[in-house]
């Protein structure tokens, strides 16, 4: 069974930095996508950052130059280093992967980019409060 496991959440100020990890376990796939998304009250989930096992990323626009994303293979785990904080970036954060070739500038640019992931974390929560 597949399971992903988001932590790192918590609340920080303006400014400030949180790295989230998603440890997953369970998965068969070698080569596969990997992706973060967040999500606020009343609104759809949007794509934050996604990677492919080659290294390549994309990002949405609003967190380029802030946000990072990796992974540590051997640990199986999924990484969110996010700097510079600001209140838009409060939001439940959630990973996800999935094998299935896809278009990762469609992921985190529009507005269906969450739409057709198999394996999905409960999320962690992220406040940017001063």
């Known amino acids: 069974q597949v399971r992903l496991a988001e932590s790192g959440g918590g609340s920080v100020q303006p400014g400030g930095s949180l790295r989230l990890s998603c440890a997953v376990s369970?998965?068969?796939?070698?080569?596969?996508?990997m992706a973060w998304f967040r999500q606020i009250p009343n609104k759809k989930r949007e794509g934050v950052a996604v990677?492919?096992?080659?290294?390549?990323?994309a990002y949405a626009e609003s967190v380029k130059g802030r946000f990072t994303i990796s992974r540590d293979s051997a640990k199986n785990t999924l990484y969110l280093q996010m700097n510079n904080l600001q209140p838009e970036d409060t939001a439940m954060y959630y990973c996800?992967?999935?094998?299935?070739?896809?278009?990762?500038?469609?992921?985190?640019?529009?507005?269906?980019?969450?739409?057709?992931?198999?394996?999905w974390g409960k999320g962690t929560a992220v406040t940017i409060s001063s």
């Open positions: 369970g998965y068969p796939h070698v080569n596969t996508y």
């Open positions: 990677m492919y096992t080659d290294g390549e990323t």
């Open positions: 996800a992967v999935d094998p299935r070739s896809r278009n990762i500038e469609r992921v985190v640019s529009t507005p269906e980019g969450w739409l057709d992931w198999y394996h």
